[in-house]
């Protein structure tokens, strides 16, 4: 329980009711700033955890997948034209 520091009374916790303390606004905008850096630097952590989960993750699947004789691994992609020359139709299929 909080109470005012005119009614101390043993250990506890407990405030200046009467000349409580202010911050001006350049304290404010100091911590303001700090809890946003906090906030970001925390944000940019989880980040990278969640990365290096999902390349744990991608790192035993693909160990799973091939077998341990394997040099080497070729990965492309096709494009197909699906256009038709006869009309205004342009597509294509990745």
């Not at 492309?76 to 006869?86: G, N, P, T």
């Amino acid at each position: 329980m909080i109470q005012p520091l005119n009614q101390k009374f043993g250990i506890g916790f407990y405030y200046n009711s009467e000349n409580p303390p202010f911050m001006d606004t350049f304290e404010v905008a100091i911590l303001l700033q700090e809890a946003q850096e906090k906030t970001k630097a925390d944000e940019a952590e989880e980040e990278h955890i969640r990365e290096e989960e999902v390349k744990d993750v991608g790192r035993k699947r693909f160990a799973e997948i091939f077998p341990e004789d394997v040099k080497a691994v070729i990965v492309a992609r096709l494009k197909q034209d699906e256009s038709d020359s006869q009309t205004d139709y342009f597509a294509s299929s990745t």
